[in-house]
């Protein structure tokens, strides 16, 4: 899965919390958001000094497609979406969130729908 074809299919499932995402989705769209908080901070330091504005309506506008993509990458691993209440445990709660967003996805269907596409046709191994 490209970039542009990991926006565009979180976005269109905006706050669809149920599938499965494969880890190029996920990390496609957590760089989007990356990349987006950095542009957007930047141009609130230029056109408006302390103000934040331009980069708060860029962090709701990704909020609800950040956690459904995080919860569908999570049940790709054969995990429930709730491992994402961890996100409130400073830091140790980020980090094994990460761990479990890089590993791979479970080469067969699980409760939480049928293999991503791309995972389909590397064997199960989806990047």
């Known amino acids: ?18 599938g499965r995402a494969s880890r190029s ?13 950095f542009v957007t901070g930047a141009l609130d330091g230029l056109l408006f000094g302390s103000a934040s504005i ?16 995080g919860a569908r990458r999570l049940h790709d691993t054969g995990r429930t979406g709730w491992w ?3 996100m409130l445990i400073p830091v140790l709660g980020t980090l094994v969130l990460i761990y479990f967003w890089i590993q791979r ?14 995972a389909r046709t590397t064997g199960g191994m989806a990047v």
């Open 84 to 86: 994402l209440l961890l």
């Open 25 to 37: 989705e996920f990390w496609w769209f957590a760089l989007f958001t990356l990349l987006g908080q």
């Open 105 to 118: 996805s479970e080469a067969r269907q699980n409760d939480h729908g049928p293999v991503p596409r791309e």
């Open 1 to 18: 899965m490209s970039f542009q074809e990991a926006v565009q299919a979180c976005f269109q499932r905006y706050a669809t919390f149920t």
């Open 54 to 69: 331009l980069n708060t309506l860029f962090s709701l506008a990704v909020l609800l497609p950040g956690l459904a993509v």
